[in-house]
């Protein structure tokens, strides 16, 4: 508006997109996805929203939410993107490691939990010789803190997951830590 307030509802959401930050720190390129672009889009349709990402050698290892539906829409699982940081600017050069993450990662349906949908890397923090992956569960009742963890910097490997005083390579077994707002955490060692 001319008073530079906004009614509800009146903003767009930009989804898919990233800012190249210039190594002076000032702002760069932006790359948008532009919606239904192929920036992002997820394979199995709908879009998705950034969790987490961490660097491993030039390669930039991002999560995402799979959103489903119209408005809002609804989480079902979570995808793994990797961008190189030389072509951050050329999508063609995105790849997918979604199919290598464990299937009860990836998707919701998957997970065997009725009712409950773990968002999985949503905050990442390398320490050691592994990779902590912070989850949101999300059902009615509220949201809660997972963590599990795996090689550093290696998805594909075996999933650990806590269970309170260890841990389990069942995501099953992975008991709720406490209460967390939303999906968009951080983490600091």
Sequence with gaps: NADLTRGPFQASMPRNGLVIQNADGTM?????GGG?????NTSAGGWLWGGDQRLQG???QKFYMRMTGGGWGQAVGVELRTIPTGSVGSPGTYGDLTGQLPA??????AQGVSGHCTLWGMALADHGAYTYVYGADVSAGGKDLKIARVPQGDFSGPWQYWTGSGWS???????????VANEAMSVTY
């Design 58 to 60: 030039s390669t930039i």
């Design 169 to 179: 390579s069942s995501q099953s077994d992975a008991i709720a830590t406490g209460a």
């Design 104 to 109: 009860d990662v990836r998707s919701c349906g």
């Design 36 to 40: 239904g672009a192929t920036l992002m």
């Design 28 to 32: 760069g390129q932006t790359v948008s």
